[in-house]
């Protein structure tokens, strides 16, 4: 870069001439320097593909599951989306390798699987009912809560096919930073029956207290398409559909029927409420 001259400050006719060559040599130069300093000229393009930690999210799903009972809500919505009428669920300590294991198995008659809906089952995020507006499951991250456990088995017949897929340690494997597989044996079945069972093996790292027959019980009318109040509201499609309830505490199955379990009273307020807000609907459309 250019400098100005040294002149004496004690003469003004050089002090002219000194802002003269600043304004004609020493301006122009900066300020082009200014502007090739602030120009940002890139040298070459690239492409940045946002990189996914699969196991990790894996991870976060699975725990995204705060009540360890809302694997009953998945198990029950994957039943009405298979179009079940008969589901069971059953909650179990067995002896597995010498050690006391919280085992649960979850079955229904429903449409089964085959070799595109176990890989949808096991995958995520790739449901296979993303497009229909029937069914309540559609992001492929509601099983996913099945991976927090030491062993997962899913049992499935469906046109004349029965698959038996095995997935060990799920969970300490994403742990460990792995992809867990899934063994799968298939074989040809006896009959034309279809149907689901997944058996869990030491889901929620074997902790039990909460899968008492009373707590399931309540959060299946309370939390669960089960306990749905439609039939309150004269729709009756799943009426015929039947739940096989047995919690830690149970030796036998309690059978419940489709729908929240009202008190005489309740019943009585809540035909009331739905008199009053049929005749209130009739009432404004007439007005109309």
Not at 113 to 138: K, V
Not at 163 to 191: G, M, Q, Y
């Amino acid at each position: 870069m250019l400098s100005a001259p040294r002149l004496s400050s004690t003469r003004p006719q050089r002090r002219k001439r000194l802002v003269r060559y600043n304004a004609r040599f020493l301006a122009p130069i900066q300020t082009a320097e200014f502007a090739l300093a602030a120009q940002e000229v890139p040298l070459s393009e690239f492409i940045l593909i946002p990189p996914v930690d699969e196991a990790q999210e894996f991870i976060e799903i699975a725990n995204d599951f705060a009540n360890p009972l809302d694997l009953v809500r998945e198990a029950i919505s994957n039943a009405f989306d298979a179009h079940a009428t008969d589901i069971r669920l059953a909650f179990d300590v067995e002896t597995v390798a010498g050690e006391a294991t919280f085992v649960i198995r979850l079955t229904d008659n429903g449409d089964g699987m085959n070799r595109i809906g176990l890989q949808s089952f096991f995958g995520l995020g790739n449901s296979t009912r993303r497009t229909d507006r029937t069914t309540i499951g559609e992001k492929g991250h509601g099983t996913k809560v099945y991976f927090n456990a030491k062993k997962l088995v899913a049992e499935t017949q469906r046109d004349g096919i029965r698959l038996i897929a095995i997935l060990d340690a799920p969970f300490s494997k994403l742990h460990d930073r792995k992809i867990p597989e899934v063994l799968v044996r298939e074989e040809p079945c006896e009959t034309a029956a279809t149907g689901t069972t997944i058996t869990i093996y030491g889901y929620n790292n074997n902790r039990r207290d909460r899968f008492t027959h009373g707590r399931l019980k309540d959060h299946v009318l309370w939390f669960t398409k089960f306990g749905s109040i439609e039939r309150q509201f004269g729709l009756e499609t799943l009426l015929g559909v039947k739940l096989h309830l047995k919690g830690l505490d149970r030796d036998e199955f309690e059978i419940l029927d489709f729908g929240h379990q009202f008190p005489s009273e309740s019943k009585m307020s809540m035909r009331f409420l739905i008199s009053t807000s049929y005749r209130h609907r009739i009432t404004t459309v007439a007005a109309s």
